[in-house]
């Protein structure tokens, strides 16, 4: 299963980015293969539609769950109807590796 | 037609007070003139008159509409699109539009090649009329919670305009950008209403540099003066900007237009130096004929 | 905490009430989102230390080299923005909305969009904290977007010097600048006064605010101008579940503060106003 | 064969009251038994009559088959007629459906999660597999 969590840079150490549209980086992470990949987020500046962009983005490469700080309500509805879990942590100093490896624990 | 718009730069500084004095001074000496409101955020210069709702015109964009059994999925429309308001996902075929993001702008139809676009109308806002003896006098835009821009709610309300009437008076959105931009482009000259304070200086160098930058003819007026310092005065002077009315501060006047009552409907000095006000901006600037 | 102060219409005091905020809260970070007006750098005169370009959008120009005049543009744009002058194509800054259609379907691509690189942000410091702060260039579009770039940039800064209370000074209106203000923050505080016209901007307020279901206070001020319709202002607060957080009388010394670059708490914390500014914060951040 | 498990039902929004009582002087207390308007009747009627959608728009809105939409809309237009004619009192409530808004916080991770597959309930958090979790409105 893939999940793909939002991050403030491009290493395992980087933390979790509160922002979902305007995240700087997407981590695609496969549950089972153990394979991370960090995508730069191109629509970090956009001027409109951040979110609908980024969920393109994720759900193209047909990830489950998505996990980020928040996500807007045109983001919500979006997943939703794409029956993408989403997970919110309201821990914004949490790392990347941390979330990997809490999606590991069983 | 002769048309005047009444702007500041900051909000609150007596902007539809000198609007709303200066159209029901015209109407009273018997000169034809109409108000439109063109704050389309917060419109509120009808509510100060009993006049007859005689129209309303609904003010729409045209939204992409996505024929599934026609769609392709090549995401061209996806790609033509530069407010991210259509979502594809090809493998998946899973197309959306996001219409609150939607500029109206057409491109996508224009994209696609299979006819699977077509376009309706979504409500941006709506151009009331109100009518005393079957002639327009008040024109309100109001746009719609939530939509992105009020310019096109704007326009529609300034093409309402009789071209036939002597004077048209638009009240113009507060600020620099776009819709006070788009408000103040159709007027033959601006009146800039400010207040003797900080902000209020702040806010007229920014209007008055916007409206230099775009060539058209201003005049200020100080609302509230005696309330602050001299900065604004000094400022106008130096400017050599004709400094048209000076409105002093008071307690009467503010808890008159509080109760949603003109003030020159009981001061006729007050509307009479209006009327002369207006009528030598016509004579200084009536040839300057409007184009856009 | 992120609290915002909106007002459905300008010149209600707002950003008078704000900088009172600001001096109550002790260390903050102050953003000004009333971008189109951005006074507030006026009452505390910060030391910017940081400029950032913001790019508002992009604007289509043509090059006439190529162009033929063909018209197509003209033909395909929504917007009004493109007209014919004596054989020539013109391209109106002011009604372009930078969609790109035009330099899309040019056959002989001649025009190109270049960005709205006008507007600035700054950030710098300020006798009560840190301060944020985007001024957007005359006739720009998308001030949502620097508001939501402004808000950023202050939640940046809370997080780097470790202050929690961010206030926000947010534009005039109910439009998408507002909506970027107030989505997400925790208290939304709707400044009124007592005219007809406040009344019905602020109805309009409170509409958009419900949409987000944050806790909003009503503050009305100068409500000795007309007493009794500052009453209604209350009436129509109670009958539809808005806590008025507390009535200001007119003063001329918040105009006196403001000529010497304070706040009415820092002018004279001991006036009525400063007074009942305290109780008023007091109730919002409780 | 077993019968085929029944779709749960997606409703945007919960409905604002539990029911609806009748007044009137004929009124007979007594012997009027009161209708049962499932929630799923309620947000049929509330999107096709109150947002004013059509049965595939609708269907979509609540994730069925548009004739689904269609036998759960007849029957409520049927309960509501008989609740109208007969004055009968309408108890909104019961129904197999889920909220669209549907969020869980888990007790010991805190995080917030919701539940896009629906057609199985949740039985633990997807994040650090706590069977401890509470059902919330929204994140904050």
């Given at each position: 299963?893939?999940?793909?969590?939002?991050?403030?840079?491009?290493?395992?150490?980087?933390?979790?980015?509160?922002?979902?549209?305007?995240?700087?980086?997407?981590?695609?992470?496969?549950?089972?293969?153990?394979?991370?990949?960090?995508?730069?987020n191109p629509n970090k500046d956009a001027l409109e539609?951040?979110?609908?962009?980024?969920?393109?983005?994720?759900?193209?490469?047909?990830?489950?769950?998505?996990?980020?700080?928040?996500?807007?309500?045109?983001?919500?509805?979006?997943?939703?109807?794409?029956?993408?879990?989403?997970?919110?942590?309201?821990?914004?100093?949490?790392?990347?590796?941390?979330?990997?490896?809490?999606?590991?624990?069983? | 037609?002769?048309?005047?718009?009444?702007?500041?730069?900051?909000?609150?500084?007596?902007?539809?007070?000198?609007?709303?004095?200066?159209?029901?001074?015209?109407?009273?000496?018997?000169?034809?003139?109409?108000?439109?409101?063109?704050?389309?955020?917060?419109?509120?210069?009808?509510?100060?008159?009993?006049?007859?709702?005689?129209?309303?015109?609904?003010?729409?964009?045209?939204?992409?509409?996505?024929?599934?059994?026609?769609?392709?999925?090549?995401?061209?429309?996806?790609?033509?699109?530069?407010?991210?308001?259509?979502?594809?996902?090809?493998?998946?075929?899973?197309?959306?539009?996001?219409?609150?993001?939607?500029?109206?702008?057409?491109?996508?139809?224009?994209?696609?090649?299979?006819?699977?676009?077509?376009?309706?109308?979504?409500?941006?806002?709506?151009?009331?009329?109100?009518?005393?003896?079957?002639?327009?006098?008040?024109?309100?835009?109001?746009?719609?919670?939530?939509?992105?821009?009020?310019?096109?709610?704007?326009?529609?309300?300034?093409?309402?305009?009789?071209?036939?009437?002597?004077?048209?008076?638009?009240?113009?959105?507060?600020?620099?950008?776009?819709?006070?931009?788009?408000?103040?482009?159709?007027?033959?000259?601006?009146?800039?209403?400010?207040?003797?304070?900080?902000?209020?200086?702040?806010?007229?160098?920014?209007?008055?540099?916007?409206?230099?930058?775009?060539?058209?003819?201003?005049?200020?007026?100080?609302?509230?003066?005696?309330?602050?310092?001299?900065?604004?005065?000094?400022?106008?002077?130096?400017?050599?900007?004709?400094?048209?009315?000076?409105?002093?501060?008071?307690k009467k006047t503010a808890e008159i237009y509080s109760?949603?009552?003109?003030?020159?409907?009981?001061?006729?000095?007050?509307?009479?130096?209006?009327?002369?006000?207006?009528?030598?901006?016509?004579?200084?600037?009536?040839?300057?004929?409007?184009?856009? | 905490?992120?609290?915002?102060?909106?007002?459905?219409?300008?010149?209600?005091?707002?950003?008078?009430?704000?900088?009172?905020?600001?001096?109550?809260?002790?260390?903050?970070?102050?953003?000004?989102?009333?971008?189109?007006?951005?006074?507030?750098?006026?009452?505390?005169?910060?030391?910017?230390?940081?400029?950032?370009?913001?790019?508002?959008?992009?604007?289509?120009?043509?090059?006439?080299?190529?162009?033929?005049?063909?018209?197509?543009?003209?033909?395909?744009?929504?917007?009004?923005?493109?007209?014919?002058?004596?054989?020539?194509?013109?391209?109106?800054?002011?009604?372009?909305?930078?969609?790109?259609?035009?330099?899309?379907?040019?056959?002989?691509?001649?025009?190109?969009?270049?960005?709205?690189?006008?507007?600035?942000?700054?950030?710098?410091?300020?006798?009560?904290?840190?301060?944020?702060?985007?001024?957007?260039?005359?006739?720009?579009?998308?001030?949502?977007?620097?508001?939501?770039?402004?808000?950023?940039?202050?939640?940046?800064?809370?997080?780097?010097?470790?202050?929690?209370?961010?206030?926000?000074?947010?534009?005039?209106?109910?439009?998408?600048?507002?909506?970027?203000?107030?989505?997400?923050?925790?208290?939304?505080?709707?400044?009124?006064?007592?005219?007809?016209?406040?009344?019905?901007?602020?109805?309009?307020?409170?509409?958009?605010?419900?949409?987000?279901?944050?806790?909003?206070?009503?503050?009305?001020?100068?409500?000795?101008?007309?007493?009794?319709?500052?009453?209604?202002?209350?009436?129509?607060?109670?009958?539809?579940?808005?806590?008025?957080?507390?009535?200001?009388?007119?003063?001329?010394?918040?105009?006196?503060?403001?000529?010497?670059?304070?706040?009415?708490?820092?002018?004279?914390?001991?006036?009525?106003?400063?007074?009942?500014?305290?109780?008023?914060?007091?109730?919002?951040?409780? | 064969?077993?019968?085929?498990?029944?779709?749960?039902?997606?409703?945007?929004?919960?409905?604002?009251?539990?029911?609806?009582?009748?007044?009137?002087?004929?009124?007979?207390?007594?012997?009027?038994?009161?209708?049962?308007?499932?929630?799923?009747?309620?947000?049929?009627?509330?999107?096709?009559?109150?947002?004013?959608?059509?049965?595939?728009?609708?269907?979509?809105?609540?994730?069925?088959?548009?004739?689904?939409?269609?036998?759960?809309?007849?029957?409520?237009?049927?309960?509501?007629?008989?609740?109208?004619?007969?004055?009968?009192?309408?108890?909104?409530?019961?129904?197999?459906?889920?909220?669209?808004?549907?969020?869980?916080?888990?007790?010991?991770?805190?995080?917030?999660?919701?539940?896009?597959?629906?057609?199985?309930?949740?039985?633990?958090?997807?994040?650090?597999?706590?069977?401890?979790?509470?059902?919330?409105?929204?994140?904050?």
């Open positions: 299963m893939k999940v793909a969590i939002t991050s403030t840079g491009n290493t395992p150490e980087s933390e979790l980015d509160q922002r979902f549209g305007r995240c700087e980086c997407f981590v695609i992470y496969d549950t089972e293969t153990n394979s991370i990949e960090f995508i730069p539609g951040a979110g609908p962009a980024s969920v393109q983005i994720v759900a193209s490469r047909g990830v489950e769950k998505v996990i980020s700080g928040e996500f807007g309500i045109k983001v919500k509805s979006l997943f939703d109807s794409l029956k993408i879990q989403m997970i919110v942590i309201k821990e914004p100093e949490k790392k990347i590796i941390e979330i990997i490896d809490m999606l590991n624990k069983q | 037609m002769f048309r005047i718009a009444v702007a500041s730069g900051k909000g609150g500084t007596g902007k539809t007070f000198v609007a709303v004095n200066i159209f029901q001074s015209l109407i009273k000496s018997g000169l034809d003139a109409v108000l439109v409101d063109c704050d389309a955020e917060a419109p509120n210069a009808a509510a100060f008159f009993t006049k007859k709702l005689t129209g309303t015109i609904a003010v729409t964009q045209l939204v992409p509409v996505i024929d599934e059994s026609k769609c392709v999925y090549c995401a061209k429309c996806h790609e033509y699109c530069n407010y991210n308001s259509i979502f594809i996902l090809p493998p998946v075929k899973i197309i959306k539009v996001i219409v609150d993001l939607c500029h109206g702008c057409g491109a996508c139809s224009v994209a696609c090649n299979y006819g699977a676009i077509s376009e309706k109308p979504d409500s941006l806002g709506t151009v009331s009329l109100f009518s005393e003896k079957d002639r327009v006098s008040i024109i309100e835009s109001r746009m719609d919670i939530g939509v992105m821009s009020a310019v096109p709610v704007i326009k529609a309300a300034i093409k309402q305009i009789d071209p036939g009437t002597g004077i048209a008076i638009l009240d113009s959105p507060p600020g620099t950008s776009c819709p006070f931009i788009e408000t103040v482009a159709t007027a033959d000259f601006v009146i800039l209403v400010t207040e003797p304070t900080p902000f209020g200086l702040s806010d007229l160098r920014q209007s008055v540099e916007t409206l230099r930058s775009i060539d058209k003819p201003s005049g200020v007026i100080i609302n509230r003066a005696g309330l602050g310092n001299n900065a604004v005065r000094d400022y106008v002077d130096r400017q050599e900007i004709p400094l048209l009315m000076e409105i002093p501060f008071s109760e949603g009552k003109i003030l020159a409907g009981t001061d006729p000095a007050f509307a009479g130096s209006l009327v002369s006000m207006v009528q030598n901006i016509i004579k200084d600037h009536g040839n300057s004929s409007y184009k856009r | 905490m992120e609290i915002a102060v909106i007002s459905g219409k300008g010149g209600t005091g707002k950003t008078s009430i704000t900088a009172s905020f600001a001096t109550l809260g002790g260390d903050v970070v102050l953003a000004d989102c009333d971008v189109d007006a951005a006074n507030m750098y006026l009452l505390f005169n910060p030391v910017h230390d940081e400029e950032s370009v913001f790019v508002s959008g992009h604007k289509a120009v043509i090059d006439y080299d190529l162009c033929t005049s063909c018209a197509l543009c003209m033909n395909y744009c929504r917007f009004d923005a493109i007209s014919e002058d004596r054989g020539r194509i013109v391209i109106s800054e002011i009604s372009c909305d930078g969609c790109f259609l035009c330099s899309r379907i040019c056959p002989e691509k001649a025009i190109t969009m270049v960005p709205d690189d006008k507007s600035r942000m700054y950030s710098g410091s300020f006798r009560k904290g840190r301060m944020v702060y985007g001024r957007l260039a005359p006739g720009e579009e998308n001030s949502g977007k620097l508001v939501n770039a402004v808000r950023e940039k202050a939640k940046q800064t809370a997080a780097q010097y470790g202050l929690e209370t961010i206030i926000i000074d947010g534009p005039p209106g109910i439009g998408c600048p507002v909506i970027s203000t107030i989505s997400g923050v925790d208290r939304v505080v709707i400044v009124t006064e007592a005219t007809r016209s406040a009344l019905s901007d602020m109805e309009r307020a409170v509409e958009v605010v419900r949409k987000f279901s944050i806790p909003a206070f009503v503050i009305i001020n100068k409500f000795d101008l007309n007493e009794s319709m500052s009453k209604e202002i209350e009436e129509w607060c109670a009958g539809n579940n808005v806590v008025v957080a507390g009535r200001l009388p007119f003063d001329r010394q918040i105009t006196e503060a403001m000529i010497e670059s304070k706040s009415i708490n820092e002018y004279n914390p001991e006036s009525e106003t400063g007074k009942k500014l305290r109780v008023i914060w007091n109730k919002i951040v409780s | 064969m077993a019968p085929r498990p029944c779709r749960l039902r997606k409703v945007s929004k919960p409905p604002l009251i539990s029911g609806l009582k009748p007044y009137g002087d004929k009124l007979k207390k007594e012997n009027v038994s009161s209708i049962f308007l499932f929630i799923e009747e309620y947000e049929a009627i509330r999107l096709c009559d109150h947002e004013i959608m059509n049965h595939k728009q609708a269907a979509n809105m609540m994730d069925v088959s548009r004739p689904t939409l269609t036998r759960i809309y007849t029957a409520a237009r049927r309960k509501i007629a008989d609740a109208l004619v007969n004055g009968r009192q309408i108890i909104i409530e019961g129904g197999k459906i889920y909220f669209d808004s549907e969020w869980y916080q888990c007790s010991n991770c805190c995080c917030y999660f919701n539940n896009p597959g629906k057609m199985d309930g949740i039985k633990e958090c997807p994040l650090c597999r706590s069977s401890e979790f509470t059902n919330v409105q929204q994140p904050e």
